[in-house]
């Protein structure tokens, strides 16, 4: 199987491949069990597609206005070496020994978290315990995931930080078909050398052709293909003969993987931080599809932190660039910035990703807002819709906070606190999407009164959720009780 050129890709047409996508009008939609996997697959398929057509900015709205042939697909696939992207090869280097190797589930190639042994696992993707068998297909996009969104945490001291910094945000823009979606997201060569500095030594091999040396992989010396498809370990699929059902996309396949075999390169990229939380001194290689944070400390990706984190009060800064507070600043990822510039249509923004909590992830977003093209001369109403999200947020943790005068434990009291917040959060989330759709059509006042309504309603009714739980404790229903006049106080 190749991937450049054999239907591997599961689809609501069974499988197809990146030609008939890209070459023909049929509405092709992705259809895997999870979202992770599906979130994975189109940012591989962008990634191909980029290294087939690297198209400039003329040539991908060419493409997007009058659809790719098939002529002209095999045309720029006859210049590229395809026997890189056969199944024994792709994104698979091999280690001079064999020393060293550990052993991944399939079902760690998820999230990257293994479900059952570890506390911090479960309830994270669904069923997780029925997943242990990928067919011949699905097995590389389990494999570019690993080496692309999952952080090296999982795996201990066996895991490496890949070339984006490991479990950290992707966007990207979702169009009207899957094609579109994949062109939106394919990389225009010229418009990317304008914003990346990269030296005259840059390298744009394939690592399972060249694998990077030393200690410090420098981001200048690594070229958009080299990047995109950059590795982090060796890699051995574990093949076996024998019928399946695929867990991951449901077909059924000849041969059978259970496992993949890894071992961490040695040398580093510049997304690992020193002990001092640093830059390296490599500097981050810029990945299309990962917003940054730019502090004295270096460039890093963006990597959403804590349990009660939501896509929505990052939002602004995922599309444009934003001072996060006086010391760093939020760059949204390439492909926003691709798109913003060059097409002026509205933005469909897809944000995915794990939210971490030390070396665990404690959810998953995976949400697509709807912007209107203009949206530079939006961006005040944007950012008062989030800040209104964020004053009642916090609005409604000072009124919590009254709990904790209750001489109760303390853990038991910021329990109730995590849910109550966790639930507001979640369902503010809702809130914000819908007041958004509007913003081109109402006034920024109009906007913010709307969302001021919407999100102090349902602060309100989260905290009397908690107040009818405990109205028969009486230090808990007193303190709520004055938790809830600061709350209605709040303007
Ligand atoms: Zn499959």
């Known amino acids: 199987m190749n991937l450049l ?21 049929t509405d092709y939609q992705l259809q895997y069990f999870f979202d992770e996997i599906q979130l994975a697959m189109l940012q591989m398929l962008a990634s191909l597609t980029t290294v087939v057509l690297k198209p400039t900015v003329t040539e991908l709205k060419g493409y997007l206005d009058s659809g790719i042939t098939a002529e002209q697909y095999d045309t720029t696939l006859s210049k590229i070496e395809t026997k890189w992207f056969e199944d024994d090869s792709f994104m698979q280097s091999k280690s001079s020994g064999e020393k060293g190797f550990q052993t991944a589930s399939v079902s760690k190639l998820i999230s990257g978290i293994e479900f059952g042994d570890s506390k911090d696992a479960s309830g994270l993707f ?18 570019y995931n690993l080496h692309m969104n999952i952080s090296g945490q999982y795996f201990g001291r066996y895991g490496a930080t890949g070339i984006r910094g490991g479990g950290v945000l992707t966007t990207l823009i979702s169009g009207k078909s899957l094609k579109e979606t994949i ?18 030594s840059v390298s744009d091999l394939l690592m399972w052709a060249d694998p990077p040396q030393g200690k410090l992989y420098s981001a200048s010396e690594i070229g958009l293909s080299r990047g995109l498809f950059a590795l982090a370990y060796h890699i051995k ?20 993987y259970r496992t993949l075999d890894y071992l961490k390169y040695n040398g580093k990229y510049g997304s690992v931080k020193t002990d001092k939380g640093k830059e ?3 500097g981050l290689w810029l990945h299309p599809y990962t917003p940054r944070s730019v502090s004295e400390k270096g460039v890093f990706s963006l990597v959403p932190i804590g349990l009660t984190w939501s896509s929505w009060q990052d939002l602004a800064s995922l ?20 798109f913003r510039e060059n097409f002026k249509v509205p933005i469909n923004l897809i944000i995915g990703g794990n939210i971490t909590k030390k070396a665990s992830v404690v959810s998953r977003v995976y949400d697509l807002y709807s912007m209107p093209s203009t949206l530079s001369k939006n961006t005040r109403r944007i950012s008062e819709v989030i800040d209104t ?7 409604l943790s000072h009124a919590f906070n009254k709990l904790f005068v209750t001489g109760y434990d303390k853990n038991f009291v910021s329990r109730i606190k995590e849910q109550a917040m966790q639930r507001f959060v979640a369902n503010a989330q809702q809130i914000i999407q819908q007041i958004l759709l509007d913003v081109d059509r109402k006034e920024a006042a109009d906007l913010r009164t709307e969302a001021k309504a919407a999100l102090n309603k349902e602060a309100k009714a989260v905290f009397k959720t908690v107040q009818r739980k405990y109205q028969h404790d009486l230090p808990l229903f007193k303190a709520l009780v004055k938790g809830r006049s600061a709350l209605y106080r709040t303007k």
Do not use: M, W
Not at 127 to 143: E, G, R
Not at 237 to 255: T, Y
């Open 5 to 25: 050129k054999d239907p591997f890709i599961s689809t609501n047409h069974g499988k197809a491949s990146l030609k008939e996508i890209l070459t023909t009008d």
């Open 126 to 143: 669904s069923d997780a315990d029925k997943v242990s068998i990928a067919c011949s297909d699905c097995i590389h996009v389990l494999n």
């Open 183 to 200: 062109l939106f997201n394919t990389v225009a060569i010229d418009f990317y050398d304008s914003l990346s500095v990269l030296n005259e």
């Open 237 to 256: 699929l574990g093949k076996q003969e024998g019928n399946c059902v695929c867990d991951i996309c449901g077909a059924e396949s000849g041969v059978t």
């Open 280 to 282: 390296n001194g490599a």
């Open 319 to 338: 599309v444009i660039e934003q001072d996060i507070n006086d010391n760093s600043n939020a760059i949204p990822s390439y492909i926003v910035t691709q």
């Open 389 to 395: 999200g964020l004053r009642q947020k916090e609005a």
